[in-house]
């Protein structure tokens, strides 16, 4: 190769690079910017790194092993495939949320995004990428998400209580002291407030409990008397 078309290469190179860089930058909103040289392992973090894991500065490895080394376990293995599946798939982004340890063994989420240089024959050379800390928008959702489960629930159960309130039959729940944390209307139409009072005294008006006591015996058997 001459020198004239080796300074081509030279420039195309540096073009590459450069627009990789622009469109990172414009397209993206992040807290952090990387560089990887993947032939030697080297991770260039453009920003402070070690502030927004909690080391002293310059503590963090600037190494793929030392990233790797924080991954939560639960999604190392799932991130590293899709690493992998990225650099054996030319021209498809990168991009995993997953969580990262930082110094005080804290979990933080992460949105990870980046672009690789291949060369002529396919190999990854490089990559170049984003961190964007999405902490505090997962948490959130996490909580958005518990409250709209526990109101699926709640409505559940007001669904089924409101059916046993329609039973032609009086029904309740018996605990083993004797007290009935639940009934339904026609039991308390019948026999009163069930917190008013234990079962023998609200079913059958007695000061003690029946010997032996039906509710147990069929729990017992698994018969009905």
Not at 39 to 46: M, N, P, S
Not at 164 to 185: G, S
Not at 186 to 193: A, Q, V
Not at 210 to 215: G, L
Request: aromatic share 12%; glycine share 4%.
């Amino acid at each position: 190769m001459d020198k004239t078309s080796q300074k081509i290469k030279q420039l195309e190179k540096a073009l590459f690079e450069s627009e990789e860089r622009l469109l990172i930058i414009a397209d993206l909103s992040y807290d952090l910017l990387w560089e990887w040289n993947i032939a030697i392992g080297d991770l260039k973090w453009i920003g402070d790194i070690d502030t927004f894991l909690g080391y002293e500065k310059n503590e963090f490895p600037r190494t793929i092993e030392a990233w790797e080394n924080i991954l939560y376990p639960d999604d190392k293995e799932r991130v590293l495939n899709s690493l992998n599946n990225h650099h054996n798939k030319k021209g498809c982004e990168y991009r995993e949320i997953y969580r990262v340890f930082n110094k005080n063994g804290e979990l933080r989420w992460w949105e990870d995004r980046g672009l690789t240089r291949w060369d002529d024959n396919g190999k990854p050379l490089s990559m170049i990428g984003t961190i964007t800390d999405i902490t505090e928008k997962v948490l959130e959702e996490q909580k958005v998400s518990l409250f709209e489960k526990k109101s699926d629930a709640n409505r559940v159960q007001n669904i089924f209580l409101n059916m046993l309130d329609q039973l032609p039959v009086c029904f309740h729940l018996q605990r083993n002291d004797y007290t009935v944390p639940f009934a339904n209307k026609m039991f308390k139409d019948r026999f009163g407030d069930p917190e008013k009072g234990k079962c023998y005294q609200l079913m059958h008006n007695r000061e003690k409990p029946c010997e032996p006591c039906p509710t147990f015996k069929s729990f017992d058997t698994h018969k009905t008397e």
